[in-house]
């Protein structure tokens, strides 16, 4: 099993999207019971673990986006980059299954994702 399998960095490179994003999901949904009440730092890290892991993409996931849909948030989409010459701008349900008909493969070195409405 490699680092980008298990969700884990090597020395020197960024953790994976699907952890970045589980993680930050996660801390969120920790803390939100304690409503102001900060809870001492060992506590919150023994809490956090990831709910989801989005599928693997090829190479180096960043940049992490999330769009939200008004109409209907279960068909939120999260977004990312697959960073190399063959990369692609990957997107994502919130089941962390890769969306292919909404991913955009075959970029030359894909960089930073916004998502905007308006």
Request: with cysteine; glycine share 8%.
């Amino acid at each position: 099993m490699t680092e980008q399998t298990r969700g884990t960095a090597t020395p020197g490179r960024r953790a994976p999207l699907r952890t970045i994003l589980a993680q930050a999901l996660c801390l969120s949904l920790a803390l939100s019971p304690c409503l102001g009440a900060e809870p001492p730092a060992r506590q919150a890290a023994e809490r956090i673990a990831p709910l989801v892991v989005t599928e693997a993409a090829v190479h180096d996931t960043d940049d992490p986006a999330i769009w939200i849909n008004p109409e209907d948030p279960a068909g939120s989409l999260i977004t990312g980059t697959d960073k190399k010459r063959d990369g692609a701008l990957m997107v994502y349900d919130l089941a962390g299954r890769i969306d292919h008909e909404r991913t955009v493969p075959g970029l030359l070195r894909p960089s930073n994702v916004d998502d905007e409405l308006g």
